[in-house]
């Protein structure tokens, strides 16, 4: 199907001067020129001289995001070009340069070869060229441009220049703060430049970081620029930072005793962390959380490092695979399942569990119920693990009655195993079989025993150093007092709310 050219250029940051030749005789010759936008100044100019031209600035009002602003602008130009007439060629004018932040020209990129459409693009000078000048800074260096719309704590590298585009208003300006304040000190200086280049009306600011939200005139021809810094501190949030760390540890010239360890050496460490993280969460304390989850962390470093020595993996295989399985396994975020509930989420998660058992090709015949569990879980965990997966299909009692005659059998059989004298292996066993099913008592109340047995452990030990400590009020210590006058203190010790 015939169709008109279509011709995107560039009209430079601002100022006419920056217009090439070329550029303005191509507009002028238009059959119809079309401006994405009348704000810029280099547009008055040329209304001047009679050029007409007709903007998309209408779509601006009536589109809800700005998507869908540049995907009307460009359904709008392809079906200007088809009704067009063969030979003749229709302009579509851009600020600055059209390959530079330019939603509208990407689109017109992906679809006019589909529809048959001669598309050619006519650079322009960019707010670049200007930033590159009026800041002073050589983006050989190492630089970023970043889009503020989309800016996230994880695009940020303050190793290099950075430069942030889009930010037309003061409420954009305040979300790249709180974005950059993540990464920088509050008083950190950056720079907020407008009409960068465009005589009479650039305006470049410095500001401390906390202040970029104040700054009056965010519009169009905003942008920021945050100095590239190499200091170290600034690095130390970052999770790049962190494995390098780690990697000097292990290499030679690093860490000796770090050099030396192997997986094994340091399996009970990963332990040890673990349960310390847990005693933070059970004292809610958030400073001495984020301490241990870091220690924590570090296990996880040094155990990848082990392997990405000897090539088999590093941490960012972990990560990724990390992703991958949280994606697959919450297709109602991820995907088109469904999921009201916490119920039906999980349910979901077990169904995504067993299809990746299916594509990597595990028989489920072969499969037992109770495989997945950790062989070296605490036992009163793994108890109660193990009678969740066989309740799962049907090896269960209708209700928690079930579960305390179980219990009241099972004593019984401790007693006896005690009251005959029985061997210490088989008075073990009956106490294992008791334990084991007062754990299953938790899956009918909805608890978990192990969160229930640490919780009593936490009220014992606050009882018993109430006990200590009432007894040192007197001059003496358990050992010098007795099971009464012990007793009277504890009873006083849960009157006392311990």
């Given amino acids: 199907m015939s169709a008109a050219a279509l011709t995107v250029v560039g009209l430079g940051s601002g100022d006419a001067d920056q217009l090439t030749v070329g550029i303005i005789k191509k507009m002028k010759q238009a059959a119809t020129l079309y401006v994405r936008t009348l704000d810029h100044p280099?547009?008055?100019?040329?209304?001047?001289?009679?050029?007409?031209?007709?903007?998309?600035?209408?779509?601006?009002?009536?589109?809800?995001?700005?998507?869908?602003?540049?995907?009307?602008?460009?359904?709008?130009?392809?079906?200007?070009?088809?009704?067009?007439?063969?030979?003749?060629?229709i302009v579509y004018a851009v600020p600055g340069h059209p390959m530079v932040a330019e939603a509208s020209v990407r689109l017109l990129k992906e679809r006019c070869p589909q529809m048959g459409i001669s598309l050619r693009v006519m650079g322009g000078e960019s707010f670049l060229d200007e930033a590159f000048i009026r800041l002073g800074f050589d983006p050989i260096e190492g630089f970023q441009l970043?889009?503020?719309?989309?800016?996230?704590?994880?695009?940020?590298?303050?190793?290099?220049?950075?430069?942030?585009?889009?930010?037309?208003?003061?409420?954009?300006?305040?979300?790249?703060?709180?974005?950059?304040?993540?990464?920088?000190?509050?008083?950190?200086?950056?720079?907020?430049?407008?009409?960068?280049?465009?005589?009479?009306?650039?305006?470049?600011?410095?500001?401390?970081?906390?202040?970029?939200?104040?700054?009056?005139?965010?519009?169009?021809?905003?942008?920021?620029?945050?100095?590239?810094?190499?200091?170290?501190?600034?690095?130390?949030?970052?999770?790049?930072?962190?494995?390098?760390?780690?990697?000097?540890?292990?290499?030679?010239?690093?860490?000796?005793?770090?050099?030396?360890?192997?997986?094994?050496?340091?399996?009970?460490?990963?332990?040890?962390e673990t349960y310390e993280v847990i005693e933070t969460i059970d004292e809610d304390d958030p400073d001495h959380m984020k301490e241990e989850l870091g220690d924590l962390l570090l296990q996880i470093l040094l155990h990848s490092q082990m392997e990405e020595e000897v090539g088999t993996f590093n941490v960012y295989d972990v990560i990724e695979g990390l992703n991958d399985?949280?994606?697959?396994?919450?297709?109602?975020?991820?995907?088109?399942?469904?999921?009201?509930?916490?119920?039906?989420?999980?349910?979901?998660?077990?169904?995504?569990?067993?299809?990746?058992?299916?594509?990597?090709?595990?028989?489920?015949?072969?499969?037992?119920?109770?495989?997945?569990?950790?062989?070296?879980?605490?036992?009163?965990?793994?108890?109660?693990?193990?009678?969740?997966?066989?309740?799962?299909?049907?090896?269960?009692?209708?209700?928690?009655?079930?579960?305390?005659?179980?219990?009241?059998?099972?004593?019984?059989?401790l007693k006896e195993a005690v009251r005959s004298n029985q061997s210490a292996e088989e008075r073990k066993l009956e106490l294992g079989d008791l334990l084991f099913a007062t754990a299953n008592v938790a899956r009918f109340i909805d608890t978990d025993p192990e969160e229930a047995l640490a919780a009593t452990n936490r009220k014992f030990t606050q009882r018993f150093r109430y006990i200590e400590e009432r007894l040192r009020e007197l001059g003496r210590t358990p050992a010098d007092s007795n099971v009464e006058e012990m007793e009277q203190f504890w009873q006083a010790a849960k009157k006392a709310g311990l």
């Avoid at 430049?193 to 009306?201: E, F, K």
């Avoid at 109602?332 to 916490?342: I, L, R």
């Fill in 146 to 272: 970043l889009d503020a719309s989309s800016l996230s704590t994880e695009l940020v590298q303050p190793q290099l220049h950075t430069l942030i585009g889009q930010v037309y208003d003061v409420f954009t300006a305040s979300d790249v703060k709180l974005c950059l304040m993540d990464v920088y000190p509050d008083d950190y200086p950056v720079f907020v430049g407008h009409a960068l280049g465009v005589q009479d009306q650039e305006i470049i600011h410095k500001v401390p970081l906390h202040e970029l939200d104040r700054i009056e005139g965010y519009g169009n021809l905003s942008l920021i620029y945050v100095p590239k810094n190499t200091d170290d501190a600034l690095r130390r949030r970052s999770f790049a930072r962190l494995h390098e760390i780690v990697n000097i540890l292990r290499s030679p010239g690093g860490c000796p005793w770090d050099q030396e360890q192997t997986h094994q050496s340091i399996r009970k460490n990963l332990i040890e």
């Fill in 325 to 413: 399985k949280l994606i697959f396994r919450h297709p109602h975020v991820f995907g088109e399942h469904q999921a009201e509930n916490a119920n039906e989420a999980l349910q979901n998660w077990e169904q995504m569990k067993a299809e990746e058992k299916k594509r990597k090709g595990i028989d489920q015949q072969t499969v037992s119920v109770l495989d997945g569990i950790p062989r070296d879980l605490p036992a009163l965990m793994k108890g109660y693990k193990l009678q969740k997966k066989a309740a799962k299909v049907g090896f269960d009692w209708d209700d928690v009655n079930g579960v305390f005659a179980k219990i009241e059998e099972e004593l019984a059989e």
């Fill in 42 to 89: 280099v547009l008055n100019d040329l209304k001047q001289e009679g050029l007409e031209m007709t903007s998309f600035d209408a779509i601006y009002e009536a589109k809800a995001s700005f998507p869908e602003v540049y995907d009307e602008i460009a359904n709008r130009l392809i079906e200007a070009a088809r009704q067009g007439e063969p030979g003749t060629e």
